[in-house]
């Protein structure tokens, strides 16, 4: 039986007759950009992430690269981030003409090193993002109190929802950071029906700036008081994330528990090491990440079963091409590296059946002589 990486089209199936309405309301209404149905999504996230403000634009890269602008990072600046993230995480550092100055990852959870972090810090140093990386949380209370002075945006791409106990008390992704940022990228455990992303924040002046930075830096029309972009989330996209988000709370339970049924059932395979989950998080597990020996010998098996795996992230950010400027080498941060050589995720989306569990348990079972 095949089983893909991910099944969109069962969700969609289930969530046919709560979306479709909703998109037809919006061509019905025939007001495409912003407005009302943006504003009750961005007051519906602001709501799960316990954060007074939610600002909604074009995708998770605008979201990073509209905080980095409203905390005025540009030319001279650095930034310390992880290299075992997607591209965007450094490409929007990059682009403000900032400098990524990458640490390396904590080896059991795949997130950003604090100890790592605070290493690399110079007076340059402007922000830090930490990434909530396939599904849990960063240390976001660690690296507040190690680097008490400096912004933090939390790029919380893969983490909507996702929670961590800090000092007894629940705090959502994106709650503590200065900004955090999502994604609504379609794979994300709340995916749009095109590109998507939204900024969460306390803080009421940088949520103005960030409003006015998606609509070409002016609050009033054809007023600029700053250079800014065009990132406005789209109506049909925050019509779609409305009707599924009541939806999101489930599916994130459901692929805890295929979690935690692919965690005992590789408990006798040494040859796999399961996701450690820092203590404390509760990850939305946007994917389920094994270490794998042969590891590449065991997705070409997968392949072969008809089984979809995919490599989230072949090569760390340190050592891309785009990147040699930096003088990173082979070595820079060894464990990000070895993560890369190593990873594999597997299917974990919400509406994966047992059946199809097992399948894949069995095929790595069988790859390893099991
Ligand atoms: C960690 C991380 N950061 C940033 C992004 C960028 O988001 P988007 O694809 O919506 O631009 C993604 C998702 O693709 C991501 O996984």
Known sequence: MPVPLLDLKAQHAHIRSDVVPAL????????????????????AVAELSHTRFAIG?????????????????????????????????????HNVGAT???????????????AHAAAVCTPRTRAVIPVDLF???ARMEELAAVLPNLPIIEDAAQ??????????EWVMAGESATIGTLSFFP???????????????????????????????????????????????????????????????DWSRLRREHAAYYDRAFADVPEVRTPTIDAGNESIYNQYTLRADRRDDLQS????????????????LHLQPC????????????????????????????????AQQDEVIGSVRVFYGH
């Open 135 to 137: 599904g849990q949380m």
């Open 187 to 249: 794979s994300k455990n709340l995916g749009g029906y095109g590109d998507g992303g939204m900024m969460v924040t306390q803080d009421e002046a940088l949520a103005t700036r960030l409003r006015r930075l998606r609509v070409h830096g002016g609050a009033t029309q054809y007023l600029h008081d700053e250079v800014g972009y065009n990132s406005r989330l789209d109506a049909l996209q925050a019509a779609v994330l409305s009707a599924k988000l009541p939806h999101l709370a």
């Open 301 to 316: 098996h997968l392949k072969r079963d008809g089984i979809g795996s995919a490599v989230y992230y072949p090569l760390p």
């Open 100 to 114: 990524p100055v990458f640490a390396d990852i904590d080896p059991a959870t795949f997130n950003l090193s604090t």
């Open 57 to 93: 634009c074009a995708s998770g890269t605008d979201a990073l690269l509209l905080a980095l602008r409203a905390l005025d990072i540009g030319r001279g600046d650095e930034v310390v981030t992880t290299p075992f993230t997607f591209f965007a995480t450094a490409g929007t550092v």
């Open 24 to 43: 037809m309301q919006v061509v019905e209404d025939q007001l495409f950009i912003l407005g009302s149905t943006v504003e009750r999504l961005e007051a």
């Open 159 to 168: 983490t909507i929802g996702a929670r961590r106990r800090i000092g007894g």
């Open 323 to 354: 990147f040699a400027y930096l003088g990173y080498r082979q070595g820079s941060c060894p464990e990000s590296e070895r993560a890369a050589r190593e990873v594999i995720s597997i299917p974990v989306f919400p509406e994966l059946t047992r």
